[in-house]
């Protein structure tokens, strides 16, 4: 059974770089297979993809994101990471990590990381 | 980028029929997949493909997109199936690929 673990810091000042790692226990990140994304909700608010990696290293980005975010990939650890730059309170939300698998026709989330909440604040 | 539209919140009372509707633009010809998230957990997948059901999920479950709407319809909802549900689609040739619904909270009254 995969299972996906979001871990870093829960508290980040304004300004500076949000950082994440997600674990991947049960399988690996190195099968062409699976995308490999970042999906956040602010409190009481709605899901927002953030972006996804490829185990070639391959990345998309969300366009309203774009110029902040990096996701990498190492797959001798079997994880990936968010890195979100300059950082204001409205980046504080839980932050997920999911894995996109290929169905008949299209791609959709099938496993998630239980979440880990991140509050940007001085 | 594409935009889904779904309605705030939806109440049925238990044993009825709960439809949750997605609307996008031509959201017929996509695929449109539909997560179940229930307090402090996880999003989980409840839909594929506008109708296939993962393993696990009951039959219940079941869900049509055609037109400009797509819909996620529970039969005998239970109290259990309170919880928060997302439409999902991946939009493929655009620059935003995945995007997600605003979010319905299903209400058992």
């Given at each position: 059974?995969?299972?996906?673990?979001?871990?870093?810091?829960?508290?980040?000042?304004?300004?500076?770089?949000?950082?994440?790692?997600?674990?991947?226990?049960?399988?690996?990140?190195?099968?062409?297979?699976?995308?490999?994304?970042?999906?956040?909700?602010?409190?009481?608010?709605?899901?927002?993809?953030?972006?996804?990696?490829?185990?070639?290293?391959?990345?998309?980005?969300?366009?309203?994101?774009?110029?902040?975010v990096s996701i990498s990939i190492d797959t001798s650890q079997n994880q990936f990471s968010l890195k979100l730059r300059s950082v204001t309170a409205a980046d504080t939300?839980?932050?997920?990590?999911?894995?996109?698998?290929?169905?008949?026709?299209?791609?959709?989330?099938?496993?998630?990381?239980?979440?880990?909440?991140?509050?940007?604040?001085? | 980028?594409?935009?889904?539209?779904?309605?705030?919140?939806?109440?049925?009372?238990?044993?009825?029929?709960?439809?949750?509707?997605?609307?996008?633009?031509?959201?017929?010809?996509?695929?449109?997949?539909?997560?179940?998230?229930?307090?402090?957990?996880?999003?989980?997948?409840?839909?594929?493909?506008?109708?296939?059901?993962?393993?696990?999920?009951?039959?219940?479950?079941?869900?049509?997109?055609?037109?400009?709407?797509?819909?996620?319809?529970?039969?005998?909802?239970?109290?259990?199936?309170?919880?928060?549900?997302?439409?999902?689609?991946?939009?493929?040739?655009?620059?935003?690929?995945?995007?997600?619904?605003?979010?319905?909270?299903?209400?058992?009254?």
């Amino acid at each position: 059974q995969v299972e996906l673990q979001e871990s870093g810091p829960g508290l980040v000042k304004p300004s500076e770089t949000l950082s994440l790692t997600c674990s991947v226990s049960g399988g690996s990140v190195s099968r062409n297979s699976y995308y490999w994304s970042w999906i956040r909700q602010p409190p009481g608010k709605g899901l927002e993809w953030i972006g996804y990696i490829y185990y070639s290293g391959t990345t998309n980005y969300n366009p309203s994101l774009k110029s902040r975010v990096s996701i990498s990939i190492d797959t001798s650890q079997n994880q990936f990471s968010l890195k979100l730059r300059s950082v204001t309170a409205a980046d504080t939300a839980v932050y997920y990590c999911a894995r996109e698998s290929w169905l008949v026709r299209t791609i959709a989330f099938d496993m998630w990381g239980q979440g880990t909440m991140v509050t940007v604040s001085s | 980028s594409y935009v889904l539209t779904q309605p705030p919140s939806v109440s049925v009372a238990p044993g009825q029929t709960a439809r949750i509707t997605c609307g996008g633009n031509n959201i017929g010809s996509k695929s449109v997949h539909w997560y179940q998230q229930k307090p402090g957990q996880a999003p989980a997948p409840v839909v594929y493909d506008d109708s296939d059901r993962p393993s696990g999920i009951p039959e219940r479950f079941s869900g049509s997109n055609s037109g400009n709407t797509a819909t996620l319809i529970i039969s005998r909802v239970e109290a259990g199936d309170e919880a928060d549900y997302y439409c999902q689609v991946w939009d493929s040739s655009s620059d935003h690929p995945r995007v997600f619904g605003g979010g319905t909270k299903l209400t058992v009254l």
